[in-house]
């Protein structure tokens, strides 16, 4: 389960650093990871889950298709905390804005920026952070959208990694 999830998780971290990458694909590519491993972590939970069940469930047009269906799962089994949940909604809601607006390019877009605004995520609640952490080269006050963005959608990814590890912890435990 965590290998093939670190090695998307390293490959994530390193797009997100990349200063290149453009808004519209950072927001559909970090979304899209969350919604993926959001589902892995709902799986692990659902104990009488096989896989032609988890096909028909976790498919496109399934019941847990949809990442608004799976962030509410994953709230009600309690997966994910009341900060990760809403801004996953948030998440979600610029993912489509991008993939269905082509006007919208930028996070500075006032449909996009009004969405990372209300991020809840407090990149203060970090210090003190390694001093080769390019987020914090320059003070919190200085932060564009687009670096709420990064900030944000990793701190998700990194909550989705720790939950897979502490998930996999679990299991190995269990087994013995």
């Not at 994530?12 to 972590?41: H, M, Q, V």
């Not at 896989?51 to 298709?65: I, N, Q, R, T």
Request: aromatic share 10%; hydrophobic share 40%.
């Amino acid at each position: 389960m965590d290998e093939p999830f670190r090695r998307d998780f390293d490959l994530l971290a390193a797009f997100t650093r990349d200063p290149d990458t453009n808004d519209r694909s950072l927001a559909i590519i970090c979304t899209s990871y969350a919604e993926k491993y959001l589902g892995e972590l709902i799986k692990a939970r659902m104990k009488g889950l096989n896989h032609d069940l988890g096909v028909k469930l976790f498919k496109p047009d399934g019941v847990l298709g949809p990442l608004g269906a799976r962030i509410d799962v994953a709230k009600a089994l309690n997966i994910i905390e009341d900060p990760v949940f809403s801004d996953m909604k948030v998440l979600g809601s610029i993912r489509n804005k991008f993939a269905h607006n082509l006007e919208i390019s930028t996070f500075d877009h006032p449909d996009i920026a009004k969405r990372i605004d209300k991020f809840q995520f407090k990149p203060e609640l970090l210090r003190p952070v390694p001093p080769d952490n390019n987020f914090f080269l320059k003070s919190v006050e200085e932060w564009t959208r687009e670096d709420r963005f990064r900030f944000t959608a990793m701190m998700i990814c990194s909550t989705l990694h720790n939950g897979m590890n502490s998930l996999r912890f679990t299991l190995r435990h269990e087994l013995r």
